[in-house]
């Protein structure tokens, strides 16, 4: 039987669901909801609704965006030649904070790891590779974590996109084996954006 009511055992079983986030968290996270005003509950759930209604991907770099075009995909002042390949939109924002990169982005939506069965069809590559064509692309810098699955996916996208001519750059060695870049810092992420090389 359950320790608490239904009602709030219910909600720490809907916050349990959430990555990071245990028993404990959730117990807090209810008490602290439990003393705010309704009008600041009723604010809260106005705003995670707008989140699903809202939020879309850009239909250029598959980023999370309210506009459409994004932001970055429609700014004249970017350089829309050079194309920045992330796995995921938090590795946009945390390589935005460097205010280093003036290019724009694709978010491929994952990274291929066949454990997990994520082959290439499941993620943005046909996109990316239509994209170049059309865009005629200078640069592709090849920005995935530099873990095992990151560093699978760049070399099968560097092999894959090699007949195409282009310049193709994998970030730096800033960022240790195994980091995610989306915890980074702002130096070492600029640092790794500034030492990227080729990939033959």
């Given at each position: 039987?359950?320790?608490?009511?239904?009602?709030?055992?219910?909600?720490?079983?809907?916050?349990?669901?959430?990555?990071?986030?245990?028993?404990?968290?959730?117990?807090?996270?209810?008490?602290?909801?439990?003393?705010?005003?309704?009008?600041?509950?009723?604010?809260?759930?106005?705003?995670?609704?707008?989140?699903?209604?809202?939020?879309?991907?850009?239909?250029?770099?598959?980023?999370?965006?309210?506009?459409?075009?994004?932001?970055?995909?429609?700014?004249?002042?970017?350089?829309?030649?050079?194309i920045c390949v992330v796995s995921e939109s938090p590795d946009v924002?945390?390589?935005?904070?460097?205010?280093?990169?003036?290019?724009?982005?694709?978010?491929?939506?994952?990274?291929?790891?066949?454990?997990?069965?994520?082959?290439?069809?499941?993620?943005?590559?046909?996109?990316?590779?239509?994209?170049?064509?059309?865009?005629?692309?200078?640069?592709?810098?090849?920005?995935?974590?530099?873990?095992?699955?990151?560093?699978?996916?760049?070399?099968?996208?560097?092999?894959?996109?090699?007949?195409?001519?282009?310049?193709?750059?994998?970030?730096?060695?800033?960022?240790?084996?195994?980091?995610?870049?989306?915890?980074?810092?702002?130096?070492?992420?600029?640092?790794?954006?500034?030492?990227?090389?080729?990939?033959?």
């Amino acid at each position: 039987m359950s320790r608490f009511p239904e009602t709030i055992q219910n909600l720490i079983e809907e916050f349990n669901k959430l990555p990071g986030i245990g028993p404990k968290t959730s117990e807090r996270f209810i008490f602290y909801l439990l003393k705010q005003p309704t009008e600041e509950l009723d604010k809260l759930a106005e705003r995670i609704k707008h989140l699903k209604e809202k939020i879309t991907t850009c239909p250029i770099c598959y980023n999370l965006t309210d506009t459409t075009p994004c932001a970055i995909c429609s700014d004249s002042r970017r350089d829309q030649k050079t194309i920045c390949v992330v796995s995921e939109s938090p590795d946009v924002i945390a390589i935005e904070k460097t205010s280093k990169y003036q290019g724009v982005y694709h978010v491929l939506g994952g990274v291929i790891n066949q454990i997990e069965g994520i082959g290439p069809e499941q993620l943005k590559i046909k996109e990316l590779v239509n994209r170049i064509k059309k865009d005629r692309i200078k640069e592709i810098i090849l920005a995935t974590n530099p873990d095992l699955e990151g560093e699978s996916t760049a070399l099968y996208l560097a092999r894959l996109l090699k007949p195409t001519k282009i310049r193709i750059t994998r970030i730096g060695r800033g960022l240790p084996m195994g980091s995610n870049i989306e915890y980074a810092d702002e130096v070492t992420l600029a640092n790794a954006l500034a030492g990227r090389g080729e990939i033959n």
